[in-house]
């Protein structure tokens, strides 16, 4: 008798909540570049154990949003223009390679729920919920994880994804108009996924891509 396989998600732990709840004001500039973490300021907050601190504070590390110093500890991973160039040199060039498999291999029944995802899109952009609307940008990429069908690269972005996260949310808060330049690339970009036009993909993301880094560096430029 065939078996259907089962399926177990793991509850998240009291550490990753605990990183996804510093990741977020990180991302959101309530912690800045330099900023010390108080492992006592956050147990005492949290009333959480200063081990599952410990542990949330090492998840950040490995997500590109804080270092842990000698003699200082934790601290906010400063922002730097060599920093934000090499990771956007990167992510391009991942997110293409992204695009072009998503094009190659979608078929009608997988890519339904993408094109509802960039549906909603287009609707947060009318939204003044800018935090939302960023997610909606990676929630898109991590449902084209399941169509390109390559772990390794999927594994990467993910990876990646809290230091860019916290990049371009940057770069909203100070250029709150630019939803609508990235509602329109998005529509665009799945235009020439549908269309399977794998030549115009490096240079829609390319041009997207540099368009970003650009607003990030200038946000920066702002603040410093």
Not at 123 to 141: I, N, T
Not at 210 to 218: F, N
Request: aromatic fraction near 6%.
């Amino acid at each position: 008798m065939e078996q259907t396989p089962m399926s177990f998600s793991a509850p998240e732990s009291l550490s990753e909540q605990i990183a996804r709840y510093l990741a977020q004001r990180i991302i959101q500039g309530q912690l800045t570049s330099g900023e010390r973490i108080q492992e006592t300021r956050v147990v005492s907050e949290l009333e959480v154990s200063r081990g599952s601190v410990r542990e949330a504070l090492l998840i950040l590390e490995s997500r590109h949003l804080i270092d842990i110093l000698p003699r200082r500890g934790a601290v906010v991973t400063t922002l730097t223009e060599q920093g934000v160039n090499s990771l956007y040199d990167l992510y391009i060039d991942l997110l293409t390679m992204l695009a072009q498999r998503v094009a190659e291999n979608w078929t009608d029944n997988n890519i339904r729920p993408l094109l509802a995802q960039v549906q909603i899109i287009q609707e947060l952009q009318q939204s003044e919920d800018k935090v939302a609307f960023v997610e909606s940008g990676f929630v898109l990429m991590r449902m084209a994880f399941a169509i390109a069908g390559n772990q390794y690269l999927a594994e990467v972005l993910e990876d990646l994804q809290p230091a860019l996260h916290r990049t371009y949310a940057l770069a909203i808060r100070r250029s709150p108009q630019e939803t609508e330049y990235a509602a329109r690339f998005f529509a665009g970009l799945m235009d020439a996924v549908l269309k399977r036009n794998l030549r115009a993909l490096p240079g829609l993301l390319q041009n997207y891509g540099q368009h970003q880094r650009e607003l990030v560096l200038a946000a920066m430029a702002e603040e410093a």
